[in-house]
């Protein structure tokens, strides 16, 4: 078994929309003190920019263009993390249905993701990094030290963001977001470039029925384990 990276190593969780990837790697970022780079807040920033310039999401020049003149970065405020775009706190816009839906049509685009490939690459080759996604361990960083993909079914997904729709007192019904996750899924998983996909040596996670605290001793353990690994290498 290899020695770490500089700074520990690589973490990737990949997986799809409503798995409870982000809650998770927040806290595992937490508990290790680890960087948390939240690669879905930078395609939904993208989404954002696009649809504020009129860019269409199969515009493939125009979203090159934008990328070129777009910087994303992180700020940590307290417990969270806050997302920049060109200067500006875009944390909340990003977050809507709408711009959900359109960053599953604009990550599927070619120019977006080799521009943020090389921005996640960039940020996280050192190590010491958790990155989240639905490509992480397969394309941004297949040398990863430990992968994970977390899973759940699809009416528990719908479950989730539902009720934290309702808790924002925003207007949906169970039936119309549990639709909406697996028309999320299928375009995930039919993209021609980088789908969703489990990469083979990635430790398969179903938190359907598993608490957030169990799956996080789950992930913990074995990123620890890798550590103590490499040290011995």
Known sequence: ??????????????????????SLTRLLARRLGYIHID?????????????????????DAGLAELCRGLEITFVRDGESC????????VSTEIRTEEIGLLTSAISARKPVR???????????????????????GTV???????????????????RRRYLELAARGDAATLEETIAKVIQRD???????????R???????IDSTSLSIGEVLTVMENAVRERLAQGDKG
């Open 186 to 196: 299928r375009q995930d998983e039919g993209r021609e470039h980088a789908p969703l």
């Open 39 to 59: 690669t879905g807040a930078m395609f939904r920033a993208v989404a954002l920019m696009s649809k504020r310039a009129g860019i269409a999401s199969d515009d």
């Open 198 to 204: 489990q990469a083979d040596d990635a430790l398969p």
């Open 140 to 158: 941004v960083f297949p040398d990863a030290e430990v992968k994970f993909f977390l899973s759940a079914s699809a009416e528990e997904r719908g």
């Open 1 to 22: 078994m290899s020695a770490v990276r500089e700074n520990g190593v690589i973490v990737a969780i990949d997986g799809p929309s409503g798995a409870g990837k982000s």
């Open 82 to 89: 806050r997302v920049l775009a060109n200067g500006e706190d």
């Open 114 to 136: 080799d521009a943020l490939l090389a921005m996640q690459r960039a940020m996280g080759t050192k190590g010491g990094v958790i990155l989240e996604g639905r490509d992480i």
